[in-house]
């Protein structure tokens, strides 16, 4: 009769990912290469059981036991793969996170077009139990998609859909807004199968560009910049362990460890108090070519009418012609003819075709002009 098993006992596979060793199958492979040993005796089966670590060594080094479980949140930017490695070379959330920080997992996936909250923890069994479907942590997400549906469609989905063979379960989507041929959705599940949300919409017939994750259960992504990781508090995780499904956690249930530097998480510089848009001019820098030139005159009083024209009077009218003259020739740059000549008050009347004429004085303009 085998011996009673110990309710304390656990695989040395899954109590080395605990402890940030490896992954469960990093360490199994790690088993399977003879690296790892009890008290100088070969491991040869990841199913051995232990209540400590006691006595363990990786590699001939001791490991220590496990510390208290640590969760982060992540705002995850799109464009990252949610993978420590990628064979074809493309960018994951590691190359971005900040630099101190313990080995984490990620709890569920986001794709690579996908943005927003990521938890990482470094707890594997924190880890399934945020991911377990059977737990019942609720995910939000916000999608915004090309094409027509109706809030009846959407309500359609809180009884589920099968999409070529796969099983969707109840789906909470709600339209929260049309901006011309788009519409934003939220989305609340349970499940979180691989690319859940994207293929239900499709199944609409709605073409997704965009999508963020905001809450995983009662951790929410809030004001959390991109790129930038908050640490939840100790109690926060204990709340959470004792009822997974509450989502009344006290917020901020975080505090910010570090910004990635990403070009779409800087702040837009804040301009200088006091400072005028680069368009705008004072009032009295006004062009030269607005204000005609006028010797003689004095500084007050209205200078041009709304026309266009001048407020002149008496013999100063012909001066006032010949300075919008010049100032319109001044504007396209063209240069006058010749120079013209001095003219009095009174206009000279026209001559013969000499040239020579005599001043008309008082007298009688020539007859017979047409």
């Known amino acids: ?103 984490l997992v990620p709890v569920g996936r986001l794709d690579l077009a996908t943005e927003g909250l990521l938890l990482l923890t470094t707890d594997g069994g924190l880890k399934r139990q ?41 789906i909470d989507a709600n339209m929260e807004r049309r901006t011309g041929a788009n519409v934003w959705i939220e989305l609340k599940l349970t499940e979180g199968k691989n690319r859940e949300v994207r293929r239900v919409l499709e199944y609409l017939g709605l073409e997704v560009s965009r999508l963020i994750r905001t809450r995983y259960g009662p951790f929410v992504l809030g004001d959390l910049p991109v790129g930038a990781v908050g640490e939840v508090r100790t109690h926060d995780i204990e709340s959470f362990r004792a009822n997974p499904t509450r989502l009344d956690l006290p917020q901020p249930s975080r505090k910010q460890v570090q910004a990635v530097s990403d070009r779409r998480a800087e702040p837009p510089r804040p301009k200088p108090q006091g400072a005028k848009p680069p368009s705008a001019k004072p009032a009295s820098a006004k062009p030269a070519s607005a204000r005609p030139a006028r010797p003689g005159k004095p500084p007050k009083g209205p200078r041009q009418r709304a026309d266009g024209t001048l407020a002149v009077r008496g013999d100063a009218a012909g001066s006032a012609r010949r300075s919008r003259s010049r100032n319109f020739r001044d504007e396209r740059g063209e240069a006058p003819a010749a120079p013209a ?7 000279p ?21 047409k």
Request: aromatic residues 4%; glycine residues 12%.
């Open 341 to 347: 000549a001095p003219r009095g008050p009174a206009r």
């Open 1 to 103: 009769m085998s011996p009673a098993k110990n309710p304390d006992d656990q695989r040395i596979a899954k109590m080395l990912a605990r402890a940030g060793i490896a992954s469960r199958r990093e360490v199994e492979r790690m088993i399977a290469e003879g690296r790892v040993a009890i008290d100088g005796v070969i491991v040869e089966t990841p199913a051995t059981l232990l209540t400590s670590l006691q006595g363990v060594t990786v590699d001939g080094n001791p490991v220590r036991e496990a510390e208290a479980a640590r969760l982060f949140l992540y705002h995850k930017p799109k464009g990252l793969l949610v993978t420590e490695r990628d064979p074809r070379g493309r960018p994951t959330i590691y190359d971005r996170l900040p630099k101190g920080l313990p080995r």
């Open 349 to 369: 009347a026209r001559g013969p075709a000499s040239g020579r004429g005599k001043p008309s004085g008082g007298a009688r303009p020539p007859r017979g002009r």
């Open 130 to 170: 945020l991911e377990l479907p059977a737990t019942g942590v609720e995910r939000v997400y916000r999608a915004r998609a090309f094409g027509n549906v109706s809030q009846t469609q959407l309500e359609d989905l809180i009884e589920g859909v099968e999409i070529e063979g796969v099983r969707y379960g109840s």
